[in-house]
């Protein structure tokens, strides 16, 4: 069955830092991956999403994702981190339709 | 703004009663998703509308029931509730019916079960 593992429950850097999420997911064909943010009282918004070609993706808000297929890998990555970038960030799989299935979350931190 | 509405925000209510929580999707969106977020399970899929007719199925109770009306807005119909169906229930909405086209979160309902 698909599934999807982000291993870090929480994550605190501080501003200014680099940040790397880690995804890992389970999945029998090639696999459709995104990620999205929800920032505190808010719905999900998609950052960026991998369907095929090239294996790093660009998004919104200056991050990246990069698809590795020999890990079942899909972290994501800012070079910079913002205070405004703290909130909860979730990584999904497509299972086939419009279903989407997510990990448990990563939640972010931006120490000033 | 997704452009995504739910109604109401906030819902409190007691075990054994029934809830409907409704959802507006973003103007010429055919599809319709619900989602449930809680403490224990996380975000899972629920189901699936396209135009009217459901498209797909995740894990969603017997006692929950969904519906996508001809203006294209949705309901989801939750009775008989318990404790552990407290939780934030997305509704998104995408303009096709595949993974290709993205989905929009409306901002929840947050349901508590007392």
């Known amino acids: 069955a698909q599934s999807v593992t982000q291993p870090d429950i929480h994550i605190t850097v501080s501003e200014g830092a680099s940040l790397e999420l880690r995804c890992n997911y389970s999945y029998g064909a090639t696999p459709y991956l995104f990620w999205y943010v929800q920032s505190p009282g808010q719905g999900l918004q998609l950052l960026l999403k991998y369907f095929s070609g090239d294996t790093l993706v660009q998004g919104i808000k200056g991050f990246e994702a990069e698809f590795k297929r020999s890990q079942s890998s899909f972290n994501l990555r800012k070079p910079s981190v913002h205070w405004s970038d703290a909130a909860e960030y979730f990584c999904a799989v497509g299972a086939g339709g419009g279903k989407l299935i997510f990990g448990q979350g990563t939640e972010l931190s931006v120490k000033p | 703004d997704s452009g995504v509405t739910q109604t109401p925000k906030h819902l409190i209510t007691a075990t054994g009663q029934r809830v409907t929580l409704r959802c507006s999707p973003r103007?010429?969106?055919?599809?319709v998703y619900w989602y449930q977020q809680s403490l224990d399970q996380g975000l899972q899929f629920l189901i699936q509308?396209?135009?009217?007719?459901?498209?797909a199925k995740g894990n969603i109770l017997e006692r929950f029931s969904a519906q996508q009306f001809p203006d294209l807005h949705s309901e989801l119909n939750l009775s008989s509730l318990e404790l552990g169906d407290s939780a934030l229930y997305f509704c998104?909405?995408?303009?096709?019916?595949?993974?290709?086209?993205?989905?929009?979160f409306g901002p929840g309902t947050r349901l508590t079960v007392l």
């Open positions: 509308y396209y135009n009217g007719e459901e498209r």
């Open positions: 103007s010429g969106d055919l599809s």
């Open positions: 998104a909405s995408s303009d096709g019916q595949g993974l290709y086209n993205e989905q929009f």
